[in-house]
C-alpha cells in the first residue's frame, strides 16, 4: 500500500510517520502532486499556522489537488482545520472540502485555558474512522481552534463547549485529535483509516 504524507511546512510530521511505520507501512513524505493522486492513502497531518500553511499549499497548486483526491484522505489536527472553508485563525480562507468555519476557543470560566491540551474524551463516534471506538475513549487533543459541530461530525468532545473532534464526508476524513498520539485508540483509528474501501 502505497501512504503519502503530504508535506507542507507544518511540525508534528515525524510521529505521524512513526505510528504508520508501527503499523507495518513506510510512508512517503511529499508535496509533489502526481505522488499524492497515485497514493492509496494521503494523510495531511501537522501543528501551525492556518495562513501560513493556506499559502504553502496555494504556491504550489496543493488545495486544488488535495481537494480532488478520490482515495481515502486522513486530515489531522490542523489538518482539520485547513479542510473545512474558512478559520478564524488569520482570517484564513481554507480547502472547502466540509463547509464548516473553524472558530478560535474563548475560555468560559477561569479554568478553561487555551491551548486545549491534553486527553479528553470521545462522544458519540460514528462512521467508518470511528469503527470499534466506543463512548468515552480517550483521544490526545493540542489546538486553540475547533470545528463546531455540523452534519459531518463523526465524533464531539466537551471542552468550553461540544465541539468536532472527527469529520467524515465521503473519502475525506479528520480529527482535530492527534491519534499516532492516542495509545491504542489512535492506533486503531489510523488501522480503520489504512482499512478503507
Known amino acids: 500500500m502505497k501512504v ?5 511546512n507544518a511540525g508534528n510530521i515525524y510521529s505521524v ?11 512517503v513524505l511529499t508535496d509533489d502532486a502526481a505522488q499524492l493522486r497515485e497514493a492509496d492513502r494521503v494523510v495531511f497531518p501537522g501543528q501551525g499556522e492556518a495562513s501560513t500553511a493556506m499559502r504553502y499549499l496555494r504556491e504550489r497548486g496543493l488545495d ?15 489538518g ?9 485563525e ?13 472558530q478560535r476557543f474563548v475560555p468560559q470560566r477561569h479554568e478553561d485555558k487555551v ?3 491534553g486527553w479528553n474524551q470521545l462522544e458519540r463516534p460514528k462512521g467508518t474512522l470511528m469503527r ?17 459541530l455540523c452534519r459531518q461530525t463523526a465524533a464531539e468532545t466537551q471542552y468550553t ?18 491519534p499516532e498520539k492516542s495509545g491504542s485508540v489512535g492506533e486503531r483509528i489510523l488501522r480503520n483509516f489504512l482499512e478503507q474501501e
Open 64 to 78: 486544488r489537488v488535495i481537494r480532488e483526491l478520490q482515495q481515502p484522505v486522513l486530515g489531522i489536527c490542523i
Open 17 to 27: 510517520i512513526h505510528a504508520l511505520q508501527r503499523l507495518g507501512v513506510e510512508p
Open 115 to 117: 491551548p486545549h491540551m
Open 80 to 88: 482539520q482545520q485547513l479542510m473545512c472553508s474558512h478559520s478564524e
Open 161 to 178: 463547549l461540544p465541539f468536532s473532534a472527527a469529520l467524515e464526508q465521503g473519502n475525506f476524513m479528520a480529527t482535530q485529535f492527534h
Open 4 to 8: 503519502a504524507i503530504v508535506k507542507y
Open 132 to 148: 470499534g471506538i466506543g463512548d468515552g475513549e480517550f483521544v490526545y487533543f493540542v489546538h486553540s481552534f475547533y470545528v463546531p
Open 90 to 102: 488569520g482570517d484564513t480562507e481554507c480547502l472547502g472540502i466540509f463547509d464548516v468555519p473553524v
